[in-house]
C-alpha cells in the first residue's frame, strides 16, 4: 500500500513562511495530478494548489502570489512554498496525488498554525 507523508508544517508568526513536503513510500505510477489541500477546524476541505503532469499549476484565489507548488521527479516529491502566510490559513494540509486511472493517494495531514 503506498503511502503518502507530508512534514514541514509548524507554528509560524503571521507574515512568515513554511515549506511543506510530500514524499511517496514508493513511486507511483501514471500520475496525472499532483495536489496540496487543507481543512480548518469546522470547515470543509478545499483545493490549495494542484500542478498537472505537463506542468500547469492552479490555484486557489486565497493563496494566489503566496504559495507555490512544484515537484521534484527525482525525489519523487511534491511541496509546498507558503510566503507571508496568515492566520486564515491555519489548517491541516493534505497533499493527494491522482493517477490517469483515477487512482486517488491522500497524505495523514500536517498541521500549520499561523499565529497574528
Known amino acids: 500500500q503506498v503511502q503518502l507523508v507530508e512534514s514541514g508544517g509548524g507554528l509560524v508568526q503571521a507574515g512568515g513562511s513554511l515549506r511543506l513536503s510530500c514524499a511517496a513510500s514508493?513511486?507511483?505510477?501514471?500520475?496525472?495530478?499532483m495536489a496540496w489541500n487543507r481543512q480548518a477546524p469546522g470547515k470543509q476541505r478545499e483545493l490549495v494548489a494542484r500542478?498537472?503532469?505537463?506542468?500547469?499549476?492552479n490555484y486557489a484565489d486565497s493563496v494566489k502570489g503566496r504559495f507555490t507548488i512544484f515537484r521534484d521527479n527525482a525525489k519523487n516529491a511534491l511541496y509546498l512554498q507558503m510566503n507571508s502566510l496568515k492566520p486564515e490559513d491555519t489548517a491541516v494540509y493534505y497533499c493527494?496525488?491522482?493517477?490517469?486511472?483515477?487512482?486517488?493517494?491522500w497524505g495523514q495531514g500536517t498541521q500549520v498554525t499561523v499565529s497574528s
Open positions: 493527494q496525488e491522482t493517477t490517469l486511472d483515477d487512482r486517488d493517494y
Open positions: 514508493e513511486r507511483i505510477s501514471n500520475i496525472y495530478r
Open positions: 500542478i498537472i503532469s505537463g506542468g500547469s499549476t
